[in-house]
């Protein structure tokens, strides 16, 4: 039988997967997978089980996007890469809406299991991988500051709270320079947004036309600081594309490189958890081919390769 390494964070979410561990296994068995089950312990354990796997036909991730991010830190600390898969039970999970999962996980491992695997592109900012979306600014500190116990009991709607608390508060702009296509820029922003996903903070279709394996991502710089206008591009978000929103530049871009005038005091926000390096300059670079298996439902709308 082929090896499958599940690794489940237990206190993602509302999670219960722990609880469904032998119906994972036998669904598994069907699959012809001899499954060996982790719970993290601990934050970074995810990376520490991936990382020093023997070896494994298959590995999935069974959490948020933090859980997925962990997984994806710890095979690219291997020589060897894996063949990854990732299966949300976390509170935003937009990952996982992404791929075409819905709530049910044992549903979604089936899904998973007759799924395709797909090469797909990972962005890095400082040779760390981030799955779907890096941030800064206003806002992404909500993602990681968010009391776990406001999740497990409202669910996304403690994101919600959060952000009406952030928007009463003062809105600071960073100094920047930053390069992109060999041509450098200065400005001020109060956001800045990097990311290869077409869903982000819960907003599907966030960009037009993403694809995971373009050799492209996604870059948005913001400069509103007003509340009026944050509330009103927010708006507008819902009804449009952000990039034809205003106050806001765009790029599509294979490389990105940022330096802040002044060291940062917030961390980076990456695929929803803090980025504990805070220095002035940020290198954003993709990294090709990493192997991922996903459900074939939204293969055609997120692939250059559509089979």
Partial sequence: MKKCIVIINPTSGKNKSAKKIKQFENVLNEYEYEAEVY???????????VE???????????????????????????????????????????????????????????????????????????????TYCAAYGKFTNISYETPKKLKKKFGYLAYLIEGLKEIRGKTKLCDIHYTVDNKVYSDKFSFILISNANRIAGINNFYENVLLDD????????????????????????????????????????????????????????????LEEKTEKYKIEIVRDIKILIPKKNIKKLFLDKE
């Fill in 52 to 130: 020093n796997i023997d070896t494994a036909d298959l590995v999935i991730s069974v959490g948020g996007d933090g859980t997925f991010n962990e997984v994806m830190q710890g095979n690219f600390k291997r020589k060897e890469k894996l063949l990854l898969a990732h299966i949300p039970t976390g509170t935003a999970n937009d990952i996982g809406a992404m791929y075409g999962y819905k709530k049910n996980i044992i549903s979604n491992l089936r899904l998973l299991l007759d799924g395709a695997e797909k090469n797909i592109d990972i962005c890095t900012i400082n040779g760390l991988p981030f």
């Fill in 215 to 274: 050799n492209k991502f996604e870059v948005l710089f913001c400069n509103l600081t007003t509340k009026k206008d944050i509330i009103s591009a927010i708006y507008h978000l819902t009804k449009t594309d952000i990039t034809r929103v205003p106050g806001f530049s765009f790029y599509k871009v294979d490389n990105l490189e940022i330096e802040f005038v002044i060291t940062p005091k917030k961390g980076w926000s990456i695929d929803g958890e803090e």
């Fill in 39 to 49: 719970l993290t312990e601990y934050k970074s354990h995810a990376t520490a089980i």
